[in-house]
């Protein structure tokens, strides 16, 4: 069964330039999260999407946004790239909206480097 | 305010010593806790969770971890560290909803 995949796995951009990351989540997971892993931080939640919905967004300026496609791929997007949005962005899958249901399964990440 | 803390930003330990990983919670709600393990370039992996029932858990590749309310802790230990263990170890607490908290990680070096 094939995992969380992320693409690209590197991006480069300059400042003021847009990024698109995309997500497949594990066939019969629904929901999709977005992390953002900038260094000594921690992962900062950014969007969860179900069922092609937006849920719930962190503290995140609307620059960043995103979508859920009806076959649950994800889209992340950040407009205006700033600098400080250099980050490992990590997104993660769950087959329900109920964590308890089990755990987070995360892809390997999208390393974007402003310039 | 809910939170998780690490307090170790980074461990050392030689090949075959044992390991201990902090980690403290602070959540209003019942916490479900999970740890996670991130190799470099990798996505993270989980190495156990805990919902409720047995406060000390099992996990993948010889870690547990023991689950202490009066403490508000959930403490990772492996009893003897092999070189492939060096990672980032990262706590999560969620209440079952969308929102996983998780730590800012513990970065763990292996000596030979």
Redesign the interface.
Same mark, same amino acid.
């Given at each position: 069964e094939a995992g969380?995949t992320q693409s690209p796995t590197h991006l480069i951009k300059t400042r003021g330039q847009q990024a698109t990351l995309r997500c497949s989540p594990i066939s019969g997971h629904t929901?999709v999260?977005w992390?953002q892993q900038a260094l !000594?931080? !921690?992962?900062q939640?950014l969007l969860?999407y179900d069922e092609g919905e937006e849920?719930?967004r962190g503290n995140f300026p609307p620059r960043f946004s995103g979508r859920q496609f009806p076959n649950y791929s994800s889209e992340l997007n950040v407009n205006a790239l700033e600098l400080e949005d250099s980050a490992l962005y990590?997104c993660?899958s769950s087959p329900t909206?109920?964590?308890?249901a089990g /755990?987070?399964f995360?892809? /390997? !990440?999208s390393r974007l480097t402003v310039l | 305010a809910q939170s998780v803390t690490q307090p170790d930003i980074h461990i050392t330990v030689s090949e075959g010593a044992s390991l201990e990983l902090r980690c403290n919670y602070s959540y209003g709600a019942t916490p479900y806790l999970f740890w996670y393990v991130q190799s470099p370039g990798q996505g993270l992996q989980l190495l156990l969770k805990y919902f409720s029932g047995d406060t000390l858990v099992q996990g993948i590749k010889g870690f547990e971890a023991e689950f202490k309310r009066s403490q508000s802790s959930f403490n990772l230990r492996k009893p003897s560290v092999h070189w492939s263990d060096a990672a980032e170890y990262f706590c999560a607490v969620t209440s079952g909803t969308y929102k996983y908290i998780f730590g800012t990680g513990t970065r763990l070096k292996v000596l030979a």
């Open positions: 969380v929901s999260y992390y !000594g931080l !921690g992962l939640f969860w849920r719930n990590l993660a909206t109920s964590l308890l /755990e987070l995360f892809g /390997e !990440g | -």
